[in-house]
């Protein structure tokens, strides 16, 4: 037996691409228009100084307030570091730190020291990464009406971060 071969008849087949590319015209606008690019803000942060080279006049410490807020896991203490003295405990309310008490205390004080512009947070190792982050955020800005404006003010722009000392009150077993 005798195996015809056929003849082929090769047809060359073209590649029709124009559908795929009026996709890629309208889609890759369309995700360009829609991308959500990543917005990253940058907050300038020290570690507190040991201590000062220069050693300040008795003048300047009477006037010169130290001010560091320690972030417990019941409060918030507002310190003079100059003076040791707690100038106000902001307890939670609820579960939650009460940062708006705090607010409004550090716009009070910053209406006594209006060229005071430093604050020292300290935290407790265990101190959750929100808390943290809204005391930041609580103690750098404050907002104000001008001429039936809003406006963000500076309150203590300055931020400097450190380990709270150990509770005291929470060893006792009582509150501060």
Avoid: W
């Avoid at 829609?34 to 008795?58: C, G, R």
């Avoid at 910053?110 to 808390?131: H, I, M, N």
């Amino acid at each position: 037996m005798r195996f015809r071969r056929r003849r082929s008849h090769d047809t060359e087949a073209e590649l029709n691409i124009t559908a795929f590319l009026n996709l890629m015209v309208v889609l890759i606008p369309f995700l360009l228009i829609n991308a959500v690019f990543a917005q990253v803000s940058i907050l300038q942060l020290n570690l507190p100084a040991i201590s000062d080279s220069s050693t300040p006049s008795e003048d300047d410490k009477k006037d010169k307030l130290i001010l560091e807020v320690l972030i417990y896991e019941n409060r918030y203490e507002v310190v003079d570091r100059n003076t040791s003295a707690v100038l106000k405990i902001v307890k939670n309310n609820g579960e939650e730190h009460d940062s708006a008490a705090l607010h409004d205390f550090l716009i009070d004080l910053k209406q006594k020291f209006p060229s005071e512009t430093a604050v020292t947070l300290l935290c407790e190792d265990d101190t959750p990464y929100r808390v943290m982050i809204k005391t930041m955020d609580v103690v750098r800005l404050y907002n104000t009406k001008i001429n039936g404006q809003n406006i963000k003010k500076e309150l203590f722009p300055n931020i400097n971060i450190g380990s709270a000392p150990a509770d005291k009150a929470a060893n006792n077993g009582g509150d501060a």
